[in-house]
């Protein structure tokens, strides 16, 4: 049956070839115009695969050369060519091979007043436009001359016509060779000056296939160098952003808004990153390695692609490469759960470390009148960090410690949580005690300028401004000291033996001995002398789960606005550095947000103040490496309270993050950890992570070309003394 009917199909296309017969003609394409009409794309394929398309290229050719045209034949062959073009594949090398694209250039010319007989003409060049190599060859042939003929001067009548034209060229700009002859004469200007015409007349938005065509023209030529260029030159990122500001919120013109935002990020011009080196701030010569020769400084052609270079060749995935790809759809790949690479028996016995596999952390909180003396904190398991609990044990008390072995002795030495510039003499503090309880529960309700006597203390936001906690400069407490005259000038480190006697510390699983024990001992490679306040007092997971930010719509296309803004408006840019590893000169300014991470993990390279509240920051690479920066740690305070901040990590480099699905950075904060809440908490708001207009500095002659990409995050972290 099969075979019956692809014969009888092949004896219709053989026919329709053949046959000068005018009536025969008009019936079979009758026949296969109801064929076409319903069922699946399968009828369409089935009938390409018998070769239907070289018949209907031929049929065109044969009645086009013809001393009087048939219109009656030509049109519904136009009609069938549009229909099947779109699923072959190989429907233009097909047309230039049977010579289809002259004749329908010379009927196109021929019917430039004919309306219908031209909107037939301009269908069939589109589907013969697909490919880029016979969208190169019509443009040799004058395709785009004729095409702006059609299109220009801006009027509202034959609007048919003219969408299908501006659809017809933005195809044809595809080609590298027509995009550069685009650029040659002038079009830019011309589609710059057309878009403008139309956006202004198209407030109901009747015309935007018009509009959105007539973007992926300008698009397509800013692909080439010497493209955007042309766009610069005649203001087109100017243009475009203003006549984008009032349409945002319009659902109207999202497919107008997306190519408007790819025009304005293709043309950006592209710059360095401004780091001394693309290495890591911190070398350190490990064994085997060879210290490596720096990379060669970028040149001005590195900053650009090599656009206008090559060949046109062909892709069969150019439409799907015209949204932009910051953006991961592909849900397994999301949700997947890598598989545990041992058996789930073997994990058991981590439990007492990673308490998460198996308990709680609520059953941990301590409930008020338990007491724990040292030995039963310190010895109950052997897996545990010894916990420093208050109550019946004093912290680092002048004890016997022979009992405890060497190791406690060791522990009793180290330093705690005083901590003070290194120029400071070891302090020792006083001995705490105090019955044991919930911090969440022991904040003061009179907050933190005055003790439960009424005695007034120093601000803390004062004490922490110094932004320094020196690890040689602090010990164990081992005799009791008295709380310093108030009258008198305070010493940090007073406060901070003041603070830690209304806020004791009891968090489990942690010993600051222990930890400032393991600090001292611990050889870093930037030789660190800081000790992050975080890893020393301790954390408590939060008390209830962190839901996923619900991201607002259109956030990500307002932050890329915004960046565009200060490149073609920088008279509100600053361009302050603030913090700097490669130059520590620039650590003082004034009137901003202080910034550090010469502390352990921390990897914060530079902070550049943009405006009053927005800040650029570029993370430290590992070290010996230009790689492998995506994640990110460091300290901030300054801020003003109920003032948004928003922060620029402009040099990550994962194609995409989870920051786009709802996760939000965490911060923990020095006032909440005094107030008995150290926790690391989820903050921040619009939240993206995208594409950035800038260039490794790794990138030499022979090096792979990588993409740099940024994350921005807005919130009210404007808290003072946070960290």
Same mark, same amino acid.
């Given at each position: 049956?099969?075979?019956?009917?692809?014969?009888?199909?092949?004896? @219709?296309?053989?026919?329709?070839?053949?046959?000068?017969?005018?009536?025969?003609?008009?019936?079979?394409?009758?026949?296969?115009?109801?064929?076409?009409?319903?069922?699946?794309?399968?009828?369409?394929?089935?009938?390409?695969?018998?070769?239907?398309?070289?018949?209907?290229?031929?049929?065109?050719?044969?009645?086009?050369?013809?001393?009087?045209?048939?219109?009656?034949?030509?049109?519904?062959?136009?009609?069938?060519?549009?229909?099947?073009?779109?699923?072959?594949? #190989?429907?233009?090398?097909?047309?230039?091979?049977?010579?289809?694209?002259?004749?329908?250039?010379? @009927?196109?010319?021929?019917?430039?007043?004919?309306?219908?007989?031209?909107?037939?003409?301009?269908?069939?060049?589109?589907?013969?436009?697909?490919?880029?190599?016979?969208?190169?060859?019509?443009?040799?042939?004058?395709?785009?001359?004729?095409?702006?003929?059609?299109?220009?001067?801006?009027?509202?009548?034959?609007?048919?016509?003219?969408?299908?034209?501006?659809?017809?060229?933005?195809?044809?700009?595809?080609?590298?060779?027509?995009?550069?002859?685009?650029?040659?004469?002038?079009?830019?200007?011309?589609?710059?000056?057309?878009?403008?015409?139309?956006?202004?007349?198209?407030?109901?938005?009747?015309?935007?296939?018009?509009?959105?065509?007539?973007?992926?023209?300008?698009?397509?030529?800013?692909?080439?160098?010497?493209?955007?260029?042309?766009? @610069?030159?005649?203001?087109?990122?100017?243009?475009?952003?203003?006549?984008?500001?009032?349409?945002?919120?319009?659902?109207?013109?999202?497919?107008?808004?997306?190519?408007?935002?790819?025009?304005?990020?293709?043309?950006?011009?592209?710059?360095?990153?401004?780091?001394?080196?693309?290495?890591?701030?911190?070398?350190?010569?490990?064994?085997?390695?060879?210290?490596?020769?720096?990379?060669?400084?970028?040149?001005?052609?590195?900053?650009?692609?090599?656009?206008?270079?090559?060949?046109?060749?062909?892709?069969?995935?150019?439409?799907?490469?015209?949204?932009?790809?910051?953006?991961?759809?592909?849900?397994? #790949?999301?949700?997947?759960?890598?598989?545990?690479?041992?058996?789930?028996?073997?994990?058991?016995?981590?439990?007492?470390?990673?308490?998460?596999?198996?308990?709680?952390?609520?059953?941990?909180?301590?409930?008020?009148?338990?007491?724990?003396?040292?030995? #039963?904190?310190?010895?109950?398991?052997?897996?545990?960090?010894?916990?420093?609990?208050?109550?019946?044990?004093?912290?680092?008390?002048?004890?016997?410690?022979?009992?405890?072995?060497?190791?406690?002795?060791?522990?009793?030495?180290?330093?705690?949580?005083?901590?003070?510039?290194?120029?400071?003499?070891?302090?020792?503090?006083?001995?705490?005690?105090?019955?044991?309880?919930?911090?969440?529960?022991?904040?003061?309700?009179?907050?933190?300028?005055?003790?439960?006597?009424?005695?007034?203390?120093?601000?803390?936001?004062?004490?922490?401004?110094?932004?320094?906690?020196?690890?040689?400069?602090?010990?164990?407490?081992?005799?009791?000291?008295?709380?310093?005259?108030?009258?008198?000038?305070?010493?940090?480190?007073?406060?901070?033996?003041?603070?830690?006697?209304?806020?004791?510390?009891?968090?489990?699983?942690?010993?600051?001995?222990?930890?400032?024990?393991?600090?001292?001992?611990?050889?870093?490679?930037?030789?660190?002398?800081?000790?992050?306040?975080?890893?020393?007092?301790?954390?408590?997971?939060?008390?209830?789960?962190?839901?996923?930010?619900?991201?607002?719509?259109?956030?990500?296309?307002?932050?890329?606005?915004?960046?565009?803004?200060?490149?073609?408006?920088?008279?509100?840019?600053?361009?302050?550095?603030?913090?700097?590893?490669?130059?520590?000169?620039?650590?003082?300014?004034?009137?901003?947000?202080?910034?550090?991470?010469?502390?352990?993990?921390?990897?914060?390279?530079?902070?550049?103040?943009?405006?009053?509240?927005?800040?650029?920051?570029?993370?430290?690479?590992?070290?010996?490496?230009?790689?492998?920066?995506?994640?990110?740690?460091?300290?901030?305070?300054?801020?003003?309270?109920?003032?948004?901040?928003?922060?620029?990590?402009?040099?990550?480099?994962?194609?995409?993050?989870?920051?786009?699905?709802?996760?939000?950075?965490?911060?923990?904060?020095?006032?909440?950890?005094?107030?008995?809440?150290?926790?690391?908490?989820?903050?921040?708001?619009?939240?993206?992570?995208?594409?950035?207009?800038?260039?490794?500095?790794?990138?030499?002659?022979?090096?792979?070309?990588?993409?740099?990409?940024?994350?921005?995050?807005?919130?009210?972290?404007?808290?003072?003394?946070?960290?």
């Amino acid at each position: 049956m099969a075979e019956q009917e692809g014969s009888g199909l092949q004896v @219709l296309l053989h026919t329709l070839q053949s046959s000068s017969d005018r009536a025969s003609i008009l019936t079979i394409l009758q026949v296969l115009g109801d064929l076409l009409s319903v069922g699946t794309d399968r009828r369409i394929r089935y009938m390409i695969s018998k070769g239907g398309s070289e018949a209907l290229l031929q049929t065109l050719v044969n009645t086009a050369r013809t001393a009087s045209p048939d219109y009656d034949i030509l049109l519904p062959l136009f009609r069938l060519l549009a229909k099947v073009g779109l699923r072959d594949r #190989k429907f233009g090398q097909k047309a230039l091979e049977l010579e289809a694209l002259d004749v329908t250039l010379i @009927l196109a010319r021929k019917n430039l007043s004919r309306s219908q007989n031209l909107l037939h003409c301009l269908w069939a060049l589109r589907v013969f436009a697909s490919s880029v190599t016979t969208g190169a060859m019509l443009g040799i042939n004058g395709a785009m001359e004729l095409l702006f003929k059609v299109i220009a001067p801006y009027t509202r009548k034959r609007t048919r016509i003219i969408r299908a034209a501006t659809e017809v060229l933005a195809a044809l700009l595809k080609s590298k060779s027509n995009g550069r002859r685009a650029v040659n004469r002038g079009y830019v200007t011309s589609l710059l000056r057309l878009h403008q015409d139309w956006h202004s007349h198209d407030a109901a938005n009747t015309y935007v296939p018009i509009r959105r065509a007539l973007l992926l023209c300008l698009k397509h030529i800013a692909a080439l160098r010497s493209g955007r260029e042309a766009f @610069l030159a005649a203001q087109g990122m100017e243009i475009l952003f203003s006549s984008t500001q009032n349409r945002l919120d319009d659902p109207g013109s999202e497919p107008v808004t997306c190519v408007v935002l790819q025009v304005l990020r293709q043309c950006s011009p592209r710059s360095p990153l401004p780091l001394a080196a693309p290495g890591s701030a911190y070398a350190f010569p490990a064994a085997g390695n060879t210290p490596s020769s720096p990379p060669p400084a970028l040149a001005e052609e590195d900053l650009e692609d090599d656009g206008d270079e090559g060949e046109d060749k062909d892709s069969d995935s150019e439409d799907a490469k015209e949204e932009d790809d910051d953006l991961e759809t592909d849900v397994n #790949k999301l949700t997947s759960k890598p598989g545990l690479d041992r058996p789930t028996e073997e994990l058991t016995q981590y439990e007492a470390m990673c308490l998460e596999l198996s308990c709680r952390f609520e059953e941990l909180e301590p409930k008020p009148g338990d007491e724990l003396s040292a030995e #039963k904190t310190e010895y109950a398991n052997h897996h545990h960090i010894p916990t420093t609990a208050p109550g019946k044990q004093q912290r680092c008390s002048n004890k016997d410690q022979s009992s405890r072995g060497q190791g406690r002795e060791d522990a009793v030495q180290t330093p705690l949580l005083s901590m003070v510039k290194r120029q400071r003499p070891p302090v020792h503090l006083a001995s705490q005690t105090g019955p044991g309880g919930n911090l969440y529960e022991k904040a003061p309700s009179n907050g933190l300028g005055t003790d439960s006597s009424g005695n007034e203390i120093v601000d803390i936001q004062a004490l922490f401004q110094e932004g320094a906690w020196d690890i040689d400069a602090t010990s164990c407490p081992r005799t009791s000291a008295s709380v310093s005259n108030p009258t008198r000038s305070r010493d940090p480190v007073e406060v901070m033996d003041e603070l830690l006697q209304m806020h004791p510390q009891h968090i489990p699983f942690h010993d600051p001995c222990v930890y400032m024990a393991k600090a001292r001992r611990t050889r870093s490679v930037a030789d660190f002398k800081t000790a992050a306040f975080p890893d020393l007092w301790g954390h408590r997971p939060p008390p209830s789960p962190e839901p996923l930010l619900e991201r607002k719509r259109g956030i990500q296309r307002i932050k890329i606005l915004e960046d565009i803004r200060r490149l073609i408006q920088p008279s509100d840019v600053l361009n302050r550095v603030v913090f700097s590893l490669d130059e520590p000169g620039q650590d003082t300014a004034s009137g901003c947000l202080r910034f550090s991470s010469r502390f352990e993990s921390g990897n914060l390279r530079k902070a550049i103040q943009v405006r009053e509240f927005e800040y650029d920051l570029l993370v430290n690479t590992d070290v010996n490496s230009t790689q492998y920066q995506q994640w990110f740690n460091f300290q901030v305070s300054g801020m003003r309270a109920a003032v948004p901040y928003r922060f620029n990590i402009i040099n990550c480099e994962k194609p995409n993050s989870q920051f786009n699905y709802g996760m939000q950075p965490t911060m923990y904060s020095v006032k909440e950890a005094l107030l008995g809440r150290p926790t690391w908490k989820r903050t921040g708001y619009e939240i993206c992570y995208y594409k950035a207009a800038s260039v490794p500095g790794d990138h030499g002659p022979r090096s792979p070309r990588r993409k740099q990409f940024q994350l921005g995050d807005e919130g009210g972290l404007g808290v003072p003394g946070q960290q």
